[in-house]
């Protein structure tokens, strides 16, 4: 049977159960889950769940992690893509993407052991996913794309990325925080006409394991929007797509993804609607599988001053990350 898997952010772990009804809009009231993919192309993203429960806590620790063989990932299409957008980095046409490398790896699939591990993590990491029959997803992303409440729209800029151990370093990184800014100052242009926007200090994120760079920023709007129109005018933020965001860029975009075998659901919004308060996540940090192949996808932030071996380490820094979640102990 279907499940569908949120994390709110009060702490609880809500599980939809199907059969799911599909709609092309929210319903008036009760609960719905949003699940689309990256491109945006289904038409009833909307599943409104037969019943929902509140996920308990178990400890962790009695969950086994899932054995996996994996595969390191091949450089040489990261490579290429890497080329192709410094390229265009120089020539004036874009100033920033983000390709995706997926690690694959075979082993039996365990959603109930996976789902276990989502339970009890730290508040700044949100569970999503969505279990089928032999497939599905699940992630503990700490991207929200935006909460629309009350005439509010709450969201954030969340890019740069390091490890623990460097913050120091970190905090004044000009690529990192240069990187961060182009989110920022874009998500910003992309509201100021619906609203007062109030932007947050810049800040940093603990992860544990790895820190990002984070700004918080609320808009009080002037009127009533559609939560559609506001999903395609933010997704993708360019903490995960191109700058400038146009249709020929968010193709090259698209045509990088599948080059580079990247899931659908990565860095999609994953949303929950509940009574007229809706919030979609961004669906990163996430193990993906469909019989016994398990994918791993991570994403970096390519600009002008980008160096191949850096992204690439910290491709595998986030797929490192994901990997302790899921298959290591804690």
Known sequence: MERAVFGTRTGEILLGHGPFTARADPPGGGIAFYKNDFALGVEKPWLVPARVEVLERPPASVQPPVEVVWAEPDPTGFTEVFREISSAIASGSLEKAVPVVTEKGRGKSSPEQWLARLVGLPTALRPYGWIEEGRGFLG??????FRYFDGRIYTMALAGTARHDERMVFAVDEKEIREHEFVAQTLISKLSDLGMVIRRDRDILDLGRLIHFQTLIKVELYQYEEIKTLIERLHPTPALGSLP???ETLAQLHEWRERLECPAGFGAPFGLWREGDFEALVAIRM???DGDEVLLP?????????????????????????RDLFFGTR
Do not use: D, F, H, M
């Open 140 to 145: 503990a992303t700490p991207e929200v794309l």
């Open 298 to 322: 991570s994403g970096c932030g390519v600009i002008q001053e980008s160096r191949l071996v850096n992204e690439w380490r910290e491709l595998a820094l986030k797929r490192g990350s994901v």
């Open 287 to 289: 193990v993906a599988w």
């Open 245 to 247: 965001r146009t249709p």
